[in-house]
């Protein structure tokens, strides 16, 4: 099909030849149109069919404001579904369809719907799909979700990239029409850094749109020299295609640039769209006005649409939707469409003018003080019914209606900050009020000046103000002036079909029955009938669903108030605000020193935190990660493992109080600690719950070394910085994070002293005597490399903890498995030390979960009475020390084939299994390969007095019913014996 | 937002890491009479005001100082910064 729309002139390459596909049809366009104005030029004005009642509809605007004109844009895992056909430029090969139809847009099977209009009204889901209530998830709510609709997602990964980035000016000017450019201009000639965005690709605003002149020259040529001077500028960066969404605190603008959709194929590591925090001293909104419709019977034809997207399609895009087309305004701005439509060869069939003086003109027919009532035209336009002053009918044949009442300021990002406009009689709108985001001032028709000179004169002014600058202003071009001239007329009396707000179907008979429910508060309103809900926000519908609630209160349009806009001004793709962020980058990866090493034996890595881990080392063979597991256990106690534990928080802690600091943060003491010994320190937040738990290294009378768990390092530093800084401000100490620093394996088993005796240097002795169980000290391996050796056992055996900078990591690792071969050393993981420190008793992160105490833990005597520590007071309360509390203790099954779940309850042997039965729960289970059964740490009340009882672990959801024995949680070496060996 | 933080200058929130209300600062005597009370009170009782708030941000991608920020809770506005060590200096704590 040719372009049988097109006109002349226009801001389109003709040079140039596009093709596209709309609903699996090929047409033309050339560069510079976008897939609405290409449409157009095609003679397609169906474009979509409405998410209610399906009813056929064509585009509304030429801009972001657009409600109906939305597709899925591009194909395969690109698609985009609800994207607006008036943004969307055309590039070779553009692929879109029409969504919200079935079987296909020219017969929806849904349009019955409309129809049952009279059922469908607003709280219509509200009322009906009320009960049973089952039936709301399963029936309702997917057939609504089906029937209802926007376009479908492709359920494929988008392979598209997205970035995010920070810029920093001393004036943001958001929009480049006439006031932006203007501000632009008189800003960037000083030679401040000038941020210079509007949402569309080319920059001019409504100067693109309009036939008048500024000066000598057309207005778009002004604009584009305008643009030409200022791309010059370096201290000036222009924004095309850049959307700022919102206005955040304390000067923060967030904007998406759209840096790839114009085009077919991204070149390679290009991002699609970045989203950029912008920061800026002073931000001047240019964000001009939004011309609103007026509300009649059936005013949602394909065809219809507002008379300034109408002068924008025949002025910038050369294209018009009908060849015969008529105007329904209440201003004097309609008839500018008028004439400039009758310029370029379109037949005007009538302007219809509510007004009774509206102005003559002999090149068309003025119908004064005439209404359009009704329309016709199922699938687009084909004639107005207009009742005429002496109301007498006329039926107007045209295949297109430009609508015009009023403009809007968009007023949107002045509200981000619960800024409420205000109501201004002349403009018959709301404009920005007083109480603007700190920084931001309005230019232009955004501040209701909705003359060309008034925008250009009111930028420059603006920018000056904005920036203090002294001196003249610059020349401004010579530019119409013309004075508002309409009467406020939103909606024809009467008419009940008469749309409101297209992208969600909501009508006047709508508004009025949320008026008659009493729902009569514009937030009650919007939220009744969904007026302004939608993806546009109700740019083009709020001011009429307004005006006519303030009618039917009797009440003023400044009475009866607004709502307020919030961001994004237009929607952004989730993409787009996860940026890089997403799979593997989502966020930073933090290996061990171990980690190529483990690699290379072919370990299964986990996720702890950021880190990734070693979590078992399976051997050629092993088919299952049981029979890993179990081996590194059963080597590790029968001769010696090593394990990379650099995870766990390391922190350093020196200075003349270091150990009074330390005896607050910690519930048991360590003033008395002897230099070269460790100690286990249990952490308690001030409510007296644990916290997190460690050990503390003196390596002299000044310095410790803390360790923290691998989950709570970042917390457990955060903490003890406030504690520092915040309670105990002149103690001498200093704290540092060494985590990363060093390099720490704990070497475990029977024989982990004599593998660590070939490699320490022979002058240190690490014998039983002379470095006993939770000995510490600084030493040297491996013929002088600085280390540190901790008598630590998390395992239960015989155990050390060994560190060294952090860049020998691999190498120590390496070294212990070689002199270890003699030994049968074995590499184990985080499985294999989880099932050790369950056969050892030890309570872990699945224990310290935030609502177990010292007391829970069995460490209630721990708390030291005797000095101040975090949580110490709050620890002694009467609820967290009841005769009943829970304790930890070990299970077992008394069927040693039976299975320990964790998250399973215990119950009492006989008696009913319920809520309030409840005795406990299982934290940690595994398979132990030690006793040869599954074994389990739980809570259970009073469990200090229970071993030996039997009872019932269940878990009714998963049908877990097993018979269990309360036994101590040290199921391994009860007395220490293998600790101290 | 933006931080004015008082050795630094101005830094993005984006490095801190809230805590909640000053008064945490205020930590009671464990050794007076009605130390449980207080206690009590010091964990869990907060004020919620609808204007200036001042409380404790933690500069954790700085330099890990803890700040008083006095901050509007109505238009996050704030109106003053200081470190939190000067703060508890001058309410008398000290060791």
């Known amino acids: 099909m040719t372009q049988v729309n097109r006109l002349s002139g226009g801001l389109i390459d003709r040079n140039s030849t596009l093709n596209f596909r709309f609903d699996n049809r090929n047409y033309t366009a050339h560069p510079g149109d976008t897939l609405a ?60 369809q029409s969504q919200n139809r079935w079987p296909s847009l020219k017969f929806d099977a849904l349009a019955i719907n409309d129809r049952f209009s009279n059922f469908l009204t607003a709280g219509f889901y509200y009322k009906t799909f009320m009960w049973p209530a089952v039936f709301w998830e399963k029936l309702y709510e997917p057939i609504i979700r089906k029937a209802a609709g926007l376009g479908s997602l492709s359920m494929e990964d988008d392979p598209d990239e997205y970035d995010k980035g920070f810029l920093h000016c001393d004036l943001l000017i958001i929009g480049a029409g006439p006031a932006g450019l203007m501000a632009a201009l008189t800003a960037g000639r000083t030679g401040s850094d000038v941020i210079l965005a509007d949402e569309d690709f080319a920059l001019g605003g409504r100067l693109n749109s309009e036939s008048f002149s500024l000066g000598d020259d057309s207005a778009s040529d002004w604009a584009a020299a305008t643009v030409a001077e200022l791309s010059a500028l370096p201290n000036v960066r222009l924004m095309p295609r850049t959307t700022v969404i919102g206005a955040f605190d304390h000067g923060i603008y967030g904007a998406v640039e759209r840096t790839g959709d114009h085009v077919a194929t991204l070149p390679v590591g290009k991002p699609r769209q970045i989203l950029w925090r912008t920061y800026t001293k002073r931000a001047l909104l240019c964000a001009g006005a939004t011309e609103r419709p007026i509300a009649f019977e059936n005013n949602d034809r394909p065809g219809i649409m507002l008379a300034s997207a109408m002068r924008t399609y025949a002025n910038r895009f050369a294209t018009t939707a009908a060849q015969r087309v008529a105007i329904f305004t209440n201003n004097d701005d309609g008839h500018r469409t008028a004439s400039d439509l009758r310029a370029k060869g379109v037949k005007i069939a009538a302007v219809i003018d509510v007004r009774d003086d509206a102005p003559i003109n002999y090149e068309f027919e003025v119908l004064k003080g005439a209404q359009v009532v009704d329309t016709k035209g199922r699938l687009g336009l084909t004639f107005v019914e207009v009742a005429l002053a002496d109301g007498s009918r006329r039926i107007l044949e045209c295949g297109a209606l430009g609508v015009s009442g009023g403009w809007n300021p968009n007023v949107h990002l002045t509200c981000h900050h619960r800024g409420r406009p205000v109501w201004n009689d002349d403009l018959a709108a709301f404009a920005p009020g007083d109480d603007l985001p700190p920084g931001m001032t309005v230019a232009g028709a955004a501040n209701g000046t909705l003359s060309t000179h008034g925008a250009l004169q009111s930028g420059a002014e603006s920018a000056a103000i904005a920036l203090d600058l002294k001196g003249a202003l610059p020349d401004l071009p010579k530019a119409e002036d013309a004075p508002i001239n309409q009467t406020p007329f939103w909606y024809l009396k009467g008419c009940a079909r008469a749309w409101l707000d297209q992208q969600n179907d909501v009508t006047v008979k709508d508004v009025k029955l949320s008026h008659q429910e009493g729902f009569r508060s514009v937030e009650h309103l919007k939220r009744y009938t969904t007026l302004g809900m939608a993806t546009d926000q109700g740019k083009t519908s709020n001011m009429a669903g307004l005006a006519i609630m303030a009618e039917l209160a009797g009440k003023s349009i400044p009475e009866t108030g607004t709502t307020i806009f919030r961001p994004p001004y237009t929607p952004v793709p989730i993409g787009t605000f996860a940026g890089r962020m997403k799979g593997q980058d989502f966020h930073p990866t933090r290996l061990t020193p171990s980690h190529y090493w483990a690699k290379e034996r072919g370990a299964v890595f986990v996720e702890v935190g950021n880190w990734l881990r070693a979590q078992w080392f399976p051997l050629p063979g092993e088919t299952h990660w049981r029979e890993s597991v179990d081996r590194e256990v059963r080597q590790t106690r029968a001769s010696v493992g090593v394990c990379d534990c650099t995870t766990l928080g390391k922190i350093d802690v020196q200075g003349t109080d270091a150990a009074a600091f330390l005896n607050k943060v910690y519930c048991n003491g360590f003033a008395k600690l002897a230099i070269g010994k460790t100690r286990y320190g249990l952490m308690l937040r001030e409510d007296g719950m644990a916290m997190d738990d460690g050990t503390a290294a003196r390596l002299a009378e000044d310095h410790f070394v803390v360790t923290t768990t691998t989950a709570n390092a970042v917390n457990v530093y955060r903490h003890m910085e406030f504690v520092r800084q915040c309670l105990f401000p002149d103690m001498d100490v200093q704290l540092i994070s060494t985590t990363e620093a060093w390099a720490q394996y704990a070497v475990a088993g029977p024989n982990s002293r004599k593998l660590l005796q070939k490699i320490v240097d022979p002058e240190f002795d690490i014998s039983n005597d002379a470095f006993p169980f939770m000995g510490c000290g600084s030493i040297t391996v491996c013929g002088g490399l600085r280390a540190r050796l901790f008598r630590i056992s998390f395992s239960g055996e015989l155990a050390f903890e060994i560190a060294v900078p952090s860049r020998y990591g691999d190498a120590l690792m390496r070294r212990l498995m070689q002199d270890g071969e003699e030994f049968d050393v074995v590499p184990y993981g985080t499985e294999a030390l989880g099932v050790m420190r369950i056969e050892k008793g030890h309570a872990a992160g699945n224990e310290l979960n935030g609502t177990t105490s010292a007391l829970n833990l069995g460490m209630g005597r721990m708390v030291s009475k005797k000095k101040d520590s975090i949580g110490s007071t709050l620890s002694e309360r009467e609820g967290l020390n009841e005769p009943d509390a829970l304790m930890m203790v070990g299970i077992k099954p008394v069927n040693a084939d039976d299975k320990i779940t964790a998250g399973a309850h215990l119950m009492d042997a006989s008696g009913p299994v319920d809520a309030k039965h409840d005795q406990g729960y299982v934290t940690s289970a595994a398979f132990s390969p030690s006793l040869d059964c599954h074994i389990g740490l739980a809570f259970l009340k009073n469990g200090g007095a229970r071993q030996g009882e039997r009872m019932r672990l269940v878990s009714p959801l998963t049908d877990v019913n097993v018979e269990v024995e309360i036994v101590s949680a040290h199921f391994v070496d009860p007395e220490g014996e293998r600790l101290r060996a | 937002m933006i931080i004015p933080h008082p050795l630094l200058g101005p830094r993005d929130s984006s490095e801190f890491v809230y805590l909640g209300d000053a008064s945490l600062i205020d930590r ?25 708030h001042r409380e404790l941000w933690y500069h954790e991608g700085g330099d890990r100082s803890w700040l008083v920020v006095t901050r509007n809770t109505m238009t996050h506005e704030i109106s003053k910064v200081e470190l939190a060590r000067d703060v508890a200096r001058a309410q008398g704590r000290s060791k």
């Open chain 1, 37 to 96: 104005s290409a449409l157009l030029a095609n003679d397609v004005r169906l474009i979509g069919r409405s998410f209610k009642y399906h009813r056929p509809r064509g585009v509304l605007t030429a801009g972001s404001e657009e409600p109906n004109g939305i597709v899925e844009l591009r194909a395969g895992n690109r698609k985009e579904p609800n994207t607006r056909a008036t943004t969307a430029e055309v590039y070779e090969g553009l692929d879109a």
């Open chain 2, 28 to 52: 009671p005597d464990w050794q007076a009479e009605d130390a449980a009370e207080a206690f009590h009170e010091y964990a869990y009782l907060r004020d919620n005001p609808a204007g200036e």
